[in-house]
Structure formats: C-alpha cells, structure tokens
C-alpha cells in the first residue's frame, strides 16, 4: 500500500507540469526543506535521517564560511578608515626644553685673540672660560638734557644668562651688576667695563668687553677672578624702534650668546701682603 503510494505520487509528478523553478534562496535552506522532506518518509533514527543531519549541518558552515569570508573586505576597509583618521588627530611630539647650548667651538682652554684695548692686566692667569646664553634686558628711557635731538632710546638694564662648560653643563649664571655666580658653590664676582671693543657683526651683536672685578662674594670658583672678557658675541643688540613716549619704562629681552673667559691674580690679605688667588 505505501508502494503504490508513493508510485502513485511520483506518476503524479511526471505526468504533471514541470515543476515551477524555485524562487531564490539559500542553497542551505533549500537542502534543509529537502531534508525534511526526505526525513518525513524515513523514521526516526534511519540512516537516512542521520546522513541528512550531517549533510545540512555541514552546508550551514559552509555558507556561514561564505558570508564571513564576504564581510571582510567590508571590516578591513572600516578598520583601515578608523586608523587614517586617528592618525590625523595624533599631535606630534613636542619639547618644552629651549634649545640645547652649543659648546664644542669652545676647543682648548686658551686666551681669545683680541684687540690690544681688550687685553687683561700683567700677570693674570686664565682660570676658567664659560659659554652664556641667555637674554639682554633693555628699558625704554625718555630722551635726557635740552637738546632737539633727544630721543626716545632701549637703555640696557641687566643680562640674564646661564653659564656652560666644554661639556655643556650648566655651572653658573650671569645677572646685573654685571655678575657672574657659581652654581657650585655660590660664589660670585661683580665686574665693571674699562673697555670695549665692536664685534665683528656690529649691526647685530653686542660689543667684545674687558671688565675688572670691583666685589667678590663667598668662596669658590669666582671668589679669585680679577678680570673678565666677554667676546665671541651673538647678537643681543637694542632694537632701534619701539620706544616711544607712550612706551616709557617697558622692557623688552634680546636673545644673545657670548664666551666669558675669566681670570685670576695677585690679590691683597687684610694685611696688606699679596698671594696668589685660588
């Protein structure tokens, strides 16, 4: 009875029309409809059931390997998106530090070539020679005495600078006075100009200076300088415009650099007698 059944059934198909084309699906589920079908003319637990298990589990991997394999493209772009854009928001890394000094011109420890008015005293020794680097202070002043002429000029208040050795270590500093102090031990020494000489770039750097040491303070690496030459200058000169009536006791700061080469000598005890600094 179930053979003529299913005889009958399939005369049925082959006498009938051709059997409308399947609308479009996934070939998995298409397989699973007809595994079920196939499952509900087997019973349970038939070979047939269990190969047909098999056979739809693996199309459904199958087809969900397609489907990932199709989104990739689609995730790489997005990922290769997301970086370029972060990449434009990253801030480039920057150094609040000034600039590192530049010390290795310094060479031996030798006195300058310089004019025969920038010569220090009979008998001092070259103790020290220090690279500056740092600023002039400059006041705006009002024009002095009766004369039509007068103007309005940047007057030179005080230097601000630090003080390296050939290394490039910081060791001191360089404030008003002039002064020079040791970062060491503290000690300092106040100069006051004899001479001064143009630098060789006039327009834009500071004169070359002889100074004589007029005070000391404390004991140390400055407590025995008799003289100071500042040469090798770089700019820091006045600006020639800005100062006017309305601007009258403003300041304003020119970057510079210098070499100071220090000197000691004979120096004079409370008695009277003269020794040798050091």
Request: hydrophobic share 40%.
């Amino acid at each position: 009875m179930r053979s003529a059944t299913l005889g009958g059934e399939n005369r049925a198909r082959a006498d009938g029309a051709a059997a409308p084309k399947e609308a479009p699906m996934s070939r998995t589920l298409g397989f699973i409809e007809e595994c079920g079908a196939q499952t509900k003319l087997t019973w349970p637990g038939s070979t047939a059931v269990s190969t047909c298990d098999r056979r739809a589990a693996r199309q459904t991997r199958r087809a969900g390997r397609r489907n990932r394999s199709r989104r990739m493209p689609s995730v790489c772009a997005v990922w290769m998106l997301v970086v370029a854009v972060g990449a434009c928001f990253v801030v480039p890394a920057t150094s609040t530090d000034a600039a590192a000094p530049v010390c290795d011109h310094l060479g031996a420890l030798v006195p300058p070539s310089v004019p025969a008015a920038l010569a220090v005293p009979s008998g001092a020794t070259l103790a020290r020679r220090l690279h500056a680097e740092g600023v002039q202070i400059y006041t705006c002043t009002p024009p002095t005495g009766s004369r039509a002429t007068a103007a309005y000029t940047w007057a030179l208040k005080a230097p601000d600078a630090k003080l390296y050795d050939t290394s490039c270590a910081l060791v001191g500093t360089h404030g008003a006075g002039p002064s020079w102090r040791s970062e060491a031990d503290g000690s300092t020494v106040v100069g006051a100009a004899v001479a001064s000489v143009d630098a060789p770039d006039k327009h834009r750097a500071i004169p070359w200076l002889l100074l004589k040491a007029v005070s000391h303070t404390g004991t140390g690496m400055m407590s025995n300088v008799i003289a100071v030459q500042r040469v090798d200058t770089r700019a820091g000169v006045a600006p020639s415009s800005g100062c006017d009536a309305a601007h009258v006791g403003t300041e304003t700061s020119v970057a510079y650099s210098a070499t100071y080469y220090f000197y000691r000598g004979r120096q004079r005890d409370a008695g009277g007698d003269a020794s040798d600094g050091d």
